[in-house]
């Protein structure tokens, strides 16, 4: 999406390490920043998400952290397992009315 | 509760035909997005319905339209077709998308020859 900028595209580690996703945004009104992750031949799913008022968010493996005066906001996934293999995207609300995507990041989490 | 449902799944038309796609959001979501998808360019926003009024639009040219009837069912339609129009179509439900996470159907996947 032209609003939400996502790095990297791909990104590749070994099972037991972290991995961390960046996304800045533009609209300076943006309140809500979800997180998806879409598997292969699936539907994006909600991981996670992330209101305006909060600065980290923490459920199991899976964080956020948000800095709303720099516009940018990152996943992070600690002991990483095979099975978090997928694409993820970030979002963020635009223009009070519509969620925009990130270009998403292809993990791959090696064995 | 059922989730969001999309018809049909698969669809293969000609350059020039028209094609409708149909979504049926969570009982109770009054929002409706719709996303296009394409290898490597993530999910692209084409417009957002509430309540049957259309609130927002994405960069996308007047061949793709849409509507949501009061049942909150949304339709969307492509026109005079393109190759590049060729993508999974996904559509997302929510109570509202400023606030609340989206719930993706399934898609539709179309090839356009």
């Known amino acids: 999406g032209e609003n939400v900028e996502q790095h990297p595209s791909t990104l590749s580690v070994q099972e037991g390490d972290s991995a961390v996703i960046k996304c800045t945004y533009s609209?300076?009104?943006?309140?809500?920043f979800p997180w998806y992750k879409q598997e292969l031949g699936k539907r994006p799913q909600l991981i996670i998400d992330i209101r305006s008022n909060v600065g980290e968010k923490k459920d199991q493996r899976i964080a956020v952290t948000l800095n709303k005066t720099a516009k940018h906001f990152s996943l992070h996934i600690t002991e990483t397992q095979p099975e978090d293999s997928a694409v993820y995207f970030c979002a963020a609300t635009h223009n009070n009315n519509d969620m925009r995507f990130g270009a998403g990041t292809r993990l791959t989490v090696k064995p | 509760k059922a989730g969001v449902t999309q018809t049909p799944r698969y669809l293969i038309k000609t350059r020039g035909q028209q094609v409708t796609l149909s979504c049926s959001p969570i009982s109770g979501h009054r929002s409706v997005s719709w996303y296009q998808q394409t290898p490597g360019q993530g999910l692209q926003f084409l417009f957002e319905?509430?309540?049957?009024?259309?609130?927002n639009k994405g960069n996308f040219p007047g061949r793709f339209s849409g509507r949501q009837f009061s049942n909150s069912r949304s339709e969307m339609n492509v026109s005079t077709l393109e190759l590049g129009d060729s993508a999974l179509y996904l559509c997302a439900s929510s109570p509202d998308p400023r606030d609340s996470p989206l719930h993706f159907g399934n898609g539709t996947r179309l090839t356009v020859t």
């Open positions: 319905y509430f309540s049957e009024t259309q609130r």
């Open positions: 609209d300076s009104a943006s309140n809500y």
